[in-house]
């Protein structure tokens, strides 16, 4: 899944959530921490287990598609997720990672607004070739903002969503709303709404 999507003439709903592949990868190492948490009872072996579930996908995915990046990152946060979970010996630690990303995400999207430099403006302004010319069209910076603010939302009421059933410790809720909301589901949701705000072409600044 990647910001580039939004740049492409046709999107659907499945393809901007990355399809069942990306899914698939994306909830694989939340889903399975939790199902073999709920199996073993025992934090450190479901931190393991999913470490090396992840594994295999992104060597899979390594020799499939020739990626090498979008493989190590998963690897790498989960690594991490593990590492927190494996230490503490609690069981919602390991979703922390996530409402750490989802929190920064809200920040970062926020202040781009606040400074008046909204992310999907930047982004999106360089894929196009548009540089800051589009700061100077009233119409496509509006889009850009609300794009940037649909990303918003969606951190915030993902965060605001983690952050209590973390302080809880109810590890299955949180899994679930991890999964879904921290997750390609919410993700590619997004992705999606922002390309139908983008769909049609931008006038030319002037």
């Known amino acids: ?65 020739r990626k090498v990046w979008q493989p190590a990152i998963g690897v790498i946060v989960v690594g991490v997720s593990a590492l927190l979970a494996g230490n503490s010996g609690h069981a919602a630690d390991f979703y922390l990672s996530t409402i750490l990303w989802q929190a920064g995400g809200g920040v970062l999207f926020g202040l781009s607004i606040l400074v008046r430099r909204p992310v999907i403006g930047l982004v999106l302004g360089r894929l196009r070739g548009e540089r800051q010319t589009w700061r100077r069209d009233r119409r496509q910076r509006r889009r850009y903002y609300l794009c940037t603010a649909v990303f918003l939302a969606k951190f915030a009421i993902a965060t605001a969503a983690l952050v209590p059933l973390y302080l809880a410790g109810t590890v299955i809720p949180l899994g679930i709303a991890a999964t879904l909301l921290g997750g390609a589901p919410a993700a590619g949701v997004c992705l999606y709404l922002c390309w139908r705000i983008l769909r049609e072409e931008p006038r030319t600044a002037g």
Not at 3 to 25: D, H, I, P
């Open 1 to 65: 899944m990647s910001l580039n999507m939004l740049t492409q003439k046709s999107l659907s709903l499945f393809s901007a959530v990355g399809g069942w592949r990306t899914v698939a990868e994306g909830v694989a190492s939340r889903v399975v921490f939790l199902v073999a948490y709920l199996v073993t009872g025992q934090v450190l072996t479901s931190a393991l287990i999913t470490v090396g579930g992840v594994v295999v996908l992104a060597v899979v995915r390594l020799f499939t598609d």
